[in-house]
């Protein structure tokens, strides 16, 4: 399984970026995705998930409202849009997926930098 993110740059305080993040090497309909961030000196924390279908998602409380997930199974790609940027959402941030048995995330992507300034 690979995982390609992409899409992070500069942006100050109060504009948008879209992630994106391409799924290859098996069926990408058929486990959930995820994105996580580190900021510097931190530890890697969740951002939000999406299920299989689209139809069911979630989000760290940080972002809620501002952020929003979705996937495109027909193109193998899932999406994080976050609006209304700030500061402390500077971090690297990765898409995610799960084994085969659904219970952990096993596979990673390479990071993005995104970086707000003030």
């Known amino acids: 399984v690979q995982l390609q993110a992409s899409g992070g740059g500069l942006v100050q305080a109060g504009g948008s970026l879209r992630l994106s993040c391409a799924a290859s090497?098996?069926?990408?309909?058929?486990?959930?995705m995820a994105w996580f961030r580190q900021a510097p000196g931190k530890e890697r924390e969740f951002v939000s998930r999406i299920n299989v279908s689209g139809g069911s998602t979630q989000y760290a409380d940080s972002v809620k409202g501002r952020f929003s997930i979705s996937r495109d199974n027909t193109k193998s790609m899932v999406y994080l849009q976050m609006n209304s940027l700030k500061p402390e959402d500077t971090a690297v941030y990765y898409c995610?997926?799960?084994?085969?048995?659904?219970?952990?995330?096993?596979?990673w992507g390479q990071g993005t930098q995104v970086t707000v300034s003030s």
């Open positions: 995610a997926t799960t084994g085969v048995r659904r219970s952990s995330y096993d596979y």
């Open positions: 090497g098996r069926t990408f309909s058929a486990y959930p």
